[in-house]
């Protein structure tokens, strides 16, 4: 599944020019923290396997898993909306190693972005502990909300998380 949606990217790479401001054999890949600590080092971390086959596709240079979760959160896929946790939440609960040494640019990448809170806190502390770096992100799906027609399954885009009135806010 992973391969197959990362094929995907790989083919959007050639078409849409703008996925190449994150993606490409120059950018480090660094991979969005799970939503618990990771303890068993066989246990999945959709992060890293889609940072390793974007890699292997010649779309990073290395995958860096220099972002790690010391505390759990909810899991935002069966988290109710007002159970999920915040971006300050978020970010009290990930630790960044410092491993970086080249100051090149930084992708952080997950497997799903909703509100966008996990990747707007990963962000916010690797662009604190690399302020010279530049730190993009990059979702292999983004969630549209609940729509009664998809129009699309394939429809990648370029877009910003920000922090707006306590909370994030992504377009699209």
């Excluded at 080092?41 to 979760?69: D, K, M, N, Q, Y």
């Excluded at 988290?79 to 640019?105: F, W, Y």
């Excluded at 770096?133 to 009664?148: E, I, K, S």
Aim: aromatic share 4%; hydrophobic share 45%.
């Amino acid at each position: 599944m992973i391969e197959q949606a990362v094929a995907r990217a790989v083919n959007a790479s050639s078409q849409i020019p703008a996925i190449n401001d994150f993606l490409g054999p120059e950018i480090i890949l660094v991979p969005a923290p799970r939503s618990a600590p990771l303890r068993d080092h066989a246990a999945l971390w959709p992060g890293r396997l889609i940072c390793e086959s974007l890699t292997t596709h010649g779309l990073g240079r290395v995958t860096l898993p220099c972002l790690s979760r010391t505390e759990a959160v909810p899991k935002s896929a069966v988290a109710r909306p007002g159970e999920r946790a915040t971006a300050e939440r978020h970010m009290e609960t990930m630790a960044v190693e410092k491993r970086i040494i080249d100051r090149s640019r930084i992708t952080i990448v997950d497997d799903v972005v909703t509100k966008g809170r996990t990747l707007f806190a990963a962000a916010s502390l690797m662009q604190a502990a690399y302020p010279e770096v530049d730190v993009r992100v990059f979702a292999l799906v983004r969630t549209c909300g609940l729509t009664p027609e998809v129009d699309k399954i394939l429809d990648p885009c370029v877009g910003e998380i920000r922090f707006l009135d306590g909370d994030v806010d992504r377009e699209p």
